[in-house]
Structures are given as structure tokens and as C-alpha cells.
């Protein structure tokens, strides 16, 4: 059993102990799921497809010994090595082509959500999970070289990741179609770049997990309220469409010389966004047009007052009796562990 001692007076050790963290991607990922056992988080369910090549030596915290084996086995050793009463439930696989109802079976009862992937198609995916459950979501993400890192969290009452990036998903949809992808190769980021961006997550994850807390990091998440966005610059020369936005947005003068790099910017969603299709479909949000004289004007009629505040979660731990809907989700949960697809293992 891991000691915690050390951390109690910072962390809520005994919730994380009973967390249980659902994490897509163990490529960048696989430190990162690490990290958090070493911090006492419980129960973790790891989802890749890829197994461990040579090549990703260098920038993931695998082995030599681990070339050829799955990832996720790779990385629930290693969990385990650090917490032997860890619960590890890994599976081997590409998440996106589970049915809604598996998925909500392997991944409902988790407490967060870690998109750790540099596929669109599977952050949307994830997405979609975290509405559809109510289960609070992290993406974190590397730019193209390791310029510069994007962390974006959400739970109930948050815009959603699909609302935030929907330019982006709409132009990998259009490239889609025309059988090209524009997911960021993410060949030149070092270890060095993740290190930084998976610790601020790393951050984000605790302090959703142990939200309330009485400590730094049980504030977190209230104390960052609706600046649900973040952007980390890694490269001094890093810029966003020409302009040096985390200067900017940190209102830091051009004469300042202590001002170099490795600075995060917290942004909420200033613009009046259209709901996506996925709060639309699952959250039930709208937006109603005004005519205002020579304009027409979009307000969102019924954000907050949806399935956000008293479904998914919430709902399903209110209840002392197992309801139809779980039943079927206890049931394909079974189907799934009969699949021989999916790879997993309860512990060994
Ligand atoms: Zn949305």
C-alpha cells in the first residue's frame, strides 16, 4: 500500500483512494495515470489501442522491455508497482467503436474522464461520454512541435469541450470527408513539454476528484470557476495567429523582461456560442433568436436548468434502488468482459 502521509496535508487522500479515473490515451498519458496513483488515486480504467514501439522510448515513460506490449498493460504495471492495491481495469482497444451503452457501462461509475489522445474523433467521443453521464472531463493537449499546451476541463454547467473547439471539429469533419486528417503529428514534442502541461492537468484532475476539500487543491476548481480553457506557452516565440496571446492575456508589458515562457493563461468563453449538437442533444440546451430591430439576436434560454443539475451522477447515486437503465448497464458490462476484443484485467 502506498503512503500517503506526506500529502495528507495537501490532498484529500482518503477520496482519492476511492476515485476512480477513466484515461484515453496512455501514450502521453501513461506518466500521467502514474503520477496519480503516486498521489492515491484509486481505480483506474486505461483505454489504447497502440502497443509500445522503440520509437516512443524517448518521449513516454515506457521501457526497453516494454517494446511490444500493449500500452495500457504496459502502464497498469506500472501502476501497480507504485500502489499494489491499486484497481486497474485496462482495456485494449479503440474506445470510439464501443456502442453508447457499452461505453456507459465500462466508464459510467468513473469521477473523471482523461482525454489523453491526440485524436479529434476520440475527444469528441469522450465528449459525448461526459455529457451523456454527467462525468467531469479533462483534455490536454501538445501543439504541433511543443509549442505551446491546451488543457480544457469541463463538468455540469460548463460549456462543453465540442462547444469550445467547434471551428476545430468542423474543419477536421470537412478534411474527414475529403479522407485527410488534421490531427497535430506530435513528433518533436519532448518529455520535458508533456512534464509541464500533464502537471498542470495533473492539478485540474485532483482538484475536480476532491472538489470541496478543505485544502489547496479541493479549492481548485472553484477558485478557476467558468475559465475552463487553458493555454500553456512552452516556446518563448510561440503565437496564435500572429499575436503573443498569453502576454496578452496576462497583461504583461512589452518591456518586461522577466517575461519569457512556460506561463498558462485560464480563458473563459467570451463569445455567445451556438450550443453544439452534443448539448443540444445531451444536455437539452437551446438558443432562441430575438429580432432586434435590424439584428437578430441568440440567448440560450435554458442553460443550467438541464439534465447537468440532476442527472447522470448524481441521480444514480441518489438512488437507493437499482434502476432499469443500470440493470441493462450491469448487463452489457458483462457482454463486454465475455468480448475477447476487449482486453482487461481486474488487478494481478
Ligand atoms: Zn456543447
Same mark, same amino acid.
Given at each position: 500500500?502506498?503512503?500517503?502521509?506526506?500529502?495528507?496535508?495537501?490532498?484529500?487522500? $482518503?477520496?482519492?483512494?476511492?476515485?476512480?479515473?477513466?484515461? +484515453?490515451?496512455?501514450?502521453?498519458?501513461?506518466?500521467?495515470?502514474?503520477?496519480?496513483?503516486?498521489?492515491?488515486?484509486?481505480?483506474?480504467?486505461?483505454?489504447?489501442?497502440?502497443?509500445?514501439?522503440?520509437?516512443?522510448?524517448?518521449?513516454?515513460?515506457?521501457?526497453?522491455?516494454?517494446?511490444?506490449?500493449?500500452?495500457?498493460?504496459?502502464?497498469?504495471?506500472?501502476?501497480?508497482?507504485?500502489?499494489?492495491?491499486? @484497481?486497474?481495469?485496462? +482495456?485494449?482497444?479503440?474506445?470510439?467503436? =464501443?456502442?453508447? $451503452?457499452?461505453?456507459?457501462?465500462?466508464?459510467?461509475?468513473?469521477?473523471?474522464?482523461?482525454?489523453?489522445?491526440?485524436?479529434?474523433?476520440?475527444?469528441?467521443?469522450?465528449?459525448?461520454?461526459?455529457?451523456?453521464?454527467?462525468?467531469?472531463?479533462?483534455?490536454?493537449?501538445?501543439?504541433?512541435?511543443?509549442?505551446?499546451?491546451?488543457?480544457?476541463?469541463?463538468?455540469?454547467?460548463?460549456?462543453?469541450?465540442?462547444?469550445?473547439?467547434?471551428?476545430?471539429?468542423?474543419?477536421? $469533419?470537412?478534411?474527414?470527408?475529403?479522407?485527410? @486528417?488534421?490531427?497535430?503529428?506530435?513528433?518533436?514534442?519532448?518529455?520535458?513539454?508533456?512534464?509541464?502541461?500533464?502537471?498542470?492537468?495533473?492539478?485540474?484532475?485532483?482538484?475536480? =476528484?476532491?472538489?470541496?476539500?478543505?485544502?489547496?487543491?479541493?479549492?481548485?476548481?472553484?477558485?478557476?470557476?467558468?475559465?475552463?480553457?487553458?493555454?500553456?506557452? =512552452?516556446?518563448?516565440?510561440?503565437? =496564435?495567429?500572429?499575436?503573443?496571446?498569453?502576454?496578452?492575456?496576462?497583461?504583461?508589458?512589452?518591456?518586461?523582461?522577466?517575461?519569457?515562457?512556460?506561463?498558462?493563461?485560464?480563458?473563459?468563453?467570451?463569445?455567445?456560442?451556438?450550443?453544439?449538437?452534443?448539448?443540444?442533444?445531451?444536455?437539452?440546451?437551446? +438558443?432562441?433568436?430575438?429580432?432586434?430591430?435590424?439584428? @437578430?439576436?441568440?440567448?440560450?434560454?435554458?442553460?443550467?436548468?438541464?439534465?447537468?443539475?440532476?442527472?447522470?451522477?448524481?441521480?444514480?447515486?441518489?438512488?437507493?434502488?437499482?434502476?432499469?437503465?443500470?440493470?441493462?448497464?450491469?448487463?452489457?458490462?458483462?457482454?463486454?468482459?465475455?468480448?475477447?476484443?476487449?482486453?482487461?484485467?481486474?488487478?494481478?
Amino acid at each position: 500500500m502506498i503512503d500517503l502521509r506526506r500529502l495528507k496535508q495537501t490532498l484529500d487522500t $482518503e477520496k482519492l483512494r476511492h476515485a476512480t479515473v477513466g484515461i +484515453f490515451g496512455l501514450g502521453g498519458g501513461t506518466d500521467f495515470a502514474v503520477d496519480l496513483a503516486r498521489n492515491g488515486v484509486g481505480n483506474f480504467r486505461l483505454t489504447d489501442l497502440d502497443v509500445v514501439g522503440a520509437e516512443n522510448i524517448a518521449r513516454q515513460g515506457f521501457q526497453q522491455a516494454d517494446v511490444g506490449t500493449p500500452k495500457v498493460k504496459a502502464t497498469a504495471k506500472k501502476i501497480k508497482a507504485v500502489n499494489a492495491e491499486a @484497481s486497474v481495469l485496462y +482495456f485494449h482497444m479503440d474506445c470510439t467503436k =464501443l456502442t453508447d $451503452e457499452e461505453a456507459d457501462a465500462l466508464f459510467g461509475d468513473c469521477d473523471v474522464l482523461i482525454a489523453a489522445t491526440d485524436n479529434l474523433e476520440a475527444q469528441v467521443w469522450i465528449n459525448r461520454l461526459a455529457l451523456r453521464d454527467g462525468i467531469p472531463a479533462v483534455w490536454v493537449g501538445l501543439y504541433p512541435s511543443g509549442a505551446a499546451g491546451e488543457i480544457i476541463f469541463w463538468k455540469p454547467g460548463l460549456d462543453c469541450y465540442h462547444c469550445l473547439c467547434e471551428h476545430r471539429i468542423r474543419k477536421h $469533419e470537412a478534411a474527414a470527408e475529403e479522407r485527410r @486528417s488534421l490531427d497535430p503529428p506530435s513528433d518533436g514534442v519532448t518529455r520535458f513539454d508533456v512534464g509541464i502541461v500533464d502537471a498542470i492537468a495533473g492539478h485540474i484532475v485532483l482538484g475536480l =476528484l476532491t472538489e470541496g476539500s478543505d485544502n489547496r487543491f479541493g479549492r481548485l476548481i472553484e477558485r478557476l470557476g467558468d475559465r475552463n480553457f487553458l493555454q500553456i506557452k =512552452l516556446d518563448p516565440d510561440w503565437q =496564435l495567429n500572429g499575436r503573443d496571446v498569453i502576454r496578452r492575456g496576462l497583461g504583461i508589458a512589452e518591456e518586461c523582461d522577466a517575461y519569457i515562457s512556460w506561463c498558462t493563461i485560464a480563458c473563459r468563453n467570451g463569445a455567445t456560442l451556438m450550443p453544439c449538437r452534443d448539448c443540444v442533444e445531451l444536455r437539452g440546451h437551446r +438558443f432562441e433568436e430575438t429580432n432586434c430591430g435590424e439584428f @437578430s439576436v441568440f440567448h440560450r434560454t435554458d442553460y443550467g436548468v438541464d439534465r447537468d443539475l440532476v442527472g447522470g451522477k448524481e441521480l444514480s447515486a441518489a438512488a437507493d434502488e437499482t434502476t432499469p437503465q443500470e440493470e441493462e448497464a450491469e448487463s452489457v458490462s458483462k457482454r463486454a468482459a465475455d468480448d475477447p476484443q476487449v482486453e482487461q484485467e481486474l488487478g494481478f
